[in-house]
């Protein structure tokens, strides 16, 4: 069956600091692949999403950064952290492009100060 | 024309009362929806999905409506239980709009005992 990792699970960075969250997906081949971030109690904002190895679309400019170097695993980065970068950062995947459905990661808490 | 427009934002219910909630899209293209339910502190789980060629789908306690005509989707929960409380987030898929969900805001339930 299929699983996705993500780590870490919780991470406080300060202001300015670079970050690395990494999400892999086992099971699976050529998946689909995003990530999404949610500030506190708020809805679902999508960064990235990713067709295959190397293929990155950007959904909102930022100071994010997302790469794709493995068929299964999807790397979000940020060279200098912001305040407004805190939140809960999900990766999700599909099983390709003719598979509608959708499964998210346990995600990263991460909180900038 | 990718929006998805969610009803209400917060919904407070008896416990042993049915709860719905209601999302609206405007293209013609969207052929299939989820829904998630997003425990606190928890990633969103995937409970229900219907497809445009069906109008209405059951899972126990939960059902979920569709009227492609109108463009909007229904999710029915009755007799809610404590364990039901949670956020809830519709989505819509349109391959025409790229290979991702467009996400609704989200609708905080909250089941009173």
């Known amino acids: 069956s299929q699983t996705i990792h993500q780590w870490p699970a919780t991470l406080v960075q300060p202001v300015g600091s670079p970050l690395s969250l990494e999400c892999t997906v086992e099971?699976?081949?050529?998946?689909?692949l995003y990530w999404y971030r949610q500030a506190a109690g708020r809805g679902l904002q999508l960064l990235f999403y990713s067709v295959g190895i190397g293929q990155i679309s950007s959904e909102v400019p930022q100071n994010l950064s997302a790469s794709r170097p493995q068929d299964r695993q999807f790397i979000l980065s940020s060279k200098k952290l912001l305040l407004s970068d805190s939140g809960f950062y999900l990766c999700?995947?599909?099983?390709?492009?003719?598979?509608?459905?959708?499964?998210f990661g346990p995600g990263t808490r991460l909180l900038v100060l | 024309g990718e929006n998805v427009e969610q009803h209400p934002s917060t919904l407070s219910v008896q416990e042993g009362d049915s709860a719905v909630i209601k999302c609206t899209y405007s293209d013609s293209a969207s052929n299939y929806f989820p829904w998630y339910k997003q425990e606190l502190g928890k990633r969103p789980q995937l409970i229900i999905d219907?497809?445009?060629?069906?109008g209405e789908k059951k899972d126990q306690r939960i059902a979920v409506t569709l009227n492609k005509t109108a463009k909007h989707f229904s999710l029915h929960i009755t007799e809610t239980q404590p364990e039901d409380s949670a956020v809830y987030f519709c989505?819509?898929?349109?391959?025409?709009?790229?290979?991702?969900?467009?996400f609704g805001g989200g609708t905080r339930v909250l089941v009173k005992p």
């Open positions: 989505a819509k898929f349109s391959r025409a709009a790229g290979n991702k969900l467009t």
């Open positions: 219907i497809r445009s060629n069906v």
């Open positions: 999700a995947w599909r099983a390709g492009t003719q598979q509608e459905t959708q499964y």
């Open positions: 099971g699976t081949s050529n998946p689909n």
